[in-house]
């Protein structure tokens, strides 16, 4: 028998998956999923090929979800039926894990919950299932006819990616979040610098780095074309985890002697808070040297950044301030539950007497669908995770990533602004990664 290769955590969780010692990039194989997640736009396709298919059960009504968030509450009559059909199909199967509009972003949701864990393989048909490679798992984003398949038979087959490893070195400068780290990292590889690759996470700078932060960098793999985003698990992680579990995992961690395609090294001391410019989420630059544009719009919320770390840093930027006359403020908290944790905490009534729009949780601005669409010409600063031409509405609209500390100093100034710009020391706000 062959020896075992040394492995990266991407290849032992397929291996594990697949039933084999060992894995190559490159190599087809055949896996068990342990999770699986559809939303409104993309549960109705899964489910119409489900039934093409001539399937009638799910395999595991408890390993099954789906999720309403990106239209709802629905915001017509077509997205209404989108819901209707996620809604019986739910009830239909029994699905343990359904959750109405308001109840979350399945990208906060799910890994709240415990439901995605390290050394598991998750399927979800939305792009951004990578998101809970922070927990230690492979996930990826799938086809609704893929998801469709997998659904029926607990299966599927994959390609075994090459991995990228990302080291980032020395202490995060102020202001710095997991999300600088991202639009840094797409800005020096671009987007499809990572196409079909995992891209594993690591190095000192990142031990400090809350939950919130790694949910914030694994969301954006796929902006850099990444199959997945990964971070080996850390005591952090595993508290995280032991608080939430809703069944037993087996965390895998890669080997020291493991191969890559690639290490990119980045001292984390030279980087600072950063943004990414119309048209594209690779158009990074430092927010020192970006032009100081006017603004119409901010949103704080997304599956990249609506978590309670960045509703906290938001909070206190805006607290005994005001948002702009001219610009429109938008907040969403990511779930129900952090919309709560919100409201306990004081967050929400800074939002709101800064003059900001709360929102039930909804992807709505992100992806221009509704509760913040923009108009031609207008600009909008936001913490979501794409600005591609379009993207939250007008095609002569324009966003401009960043962090949610920059953001809610943005809404404030009526400017792309650092939150230096309004005197405010970082001292001030720590305590949030």
Not at 109 to 130: I, K, M, W, Y
């Amino acid at each position: 028998m062959a020896a075992r290769r040394p492995m990266t955590i991407t290849e032992k969780i397929l291996a594990a998956h697949a039933g084999l010692p060992s894995v190559e990039p490159g190599q087809l194989v055949e896996v068990r999923v342990d999770f699986l997640m559809a939303n409104d736009i993309t549960a109705p396709l899964a489910i119409r090929a489900f039934r093409e298919m001539g399937a009638t059960k799910v395999f595991d009504p408890e390993r099954v979800a789906i999720v309403l968030s990106h239209f709802a509450p629905s915001k017509d009559i077509r997205s209404a039926d989108q819901c209707k059909v996620a809604r019986e199909f739910a009830r239909e199967q029994g699905l343990t894990h359904y959750y109405e509009m308001g109840e979350g972003i399945e990208h906060a949701l799910l890994p709240d919950r415990g439901l995605v864990l390290p050394g598991e393989l998750v399927l979800g048909a939305d792009s951004h299932t990578c998101t809970y490679g922070a927990v230690g798992c492979f996930a990826t984003g799938v086809g609704s006819t893929d998801l469709a398949y997998a659904m029926a038979t607990g299966e599927t087959w994959l390609k075994v990616p090459e991995t990228l490893k990302f080291v980032y070195y020395n202490r995060l400068q102020p202001w710095v979040t997991g999300k600088d780290l991202i639009l840094y990292t797409i800005g020096r590889i671009s987007c499809d610098g990572a196409t079909y690759k995992a891209m594993e996470f690591t190095g000192e700078a990142l031990a400090d780095l809350s939950m919130d932060g790694r949910l914030a960098m694994a969301n954006m793999a796929i902006e850099a074309g990444g199959k997945n985003g990964i971070f080996n698990p850390d005591q952090r992680t595993l508290d995280y985890v032991a608080q939430r579990a809703q069944r037993p995992c087996s965390p895998v961690w890669s080997d020291p002697d493991a191969e890559y395609a690639e290490v990119y090294e980045f001292n984390a001391a030279q980087i600072e808070p950063q943004v990414a410019l119309p048209w594209s989420p690779d158009n990074v630059r430092p927010l020192s040297q970006v032009e100081r544009v006017p603004i119409d719009q901010v949103f704080i919320g997304s599956c990249t950044n609506g978590r309670l770390d960045d509703l906290r840093m938001a909070a206190r930027i805006l607290r005994g301030r005001r948002v702009h006359p001219e610009v429109r403020a938008i907040v969403i908290p990511a779930s129900r539950d952090i919309y709560l944790q919100a409201l306990k905490e004081g967050l929400i009534e800074v939002f709101m007497a800064a003059g900001c729009v709360v929102s039930a949780s909804t992807c709505g601005p992100c992806l221009g669908g509704h509760m913040g669409v923009l108009g031609k010409g207008e600009r909008c600063v936001s913490t979501s995770n794409r600005n591609f031409v379009g993207r939250m509405g007008h095609p002569e609209s324009e966003s401009y990533l960043a962090n949610p500390a920059v953001a809610a100093a943005s809404a404030v100034a009526g400017r792309l602004c650092h939150p230096e710009e309004l005197g405010i020391r970082y001292e001030e706000v720590a305590g949030v990664a």
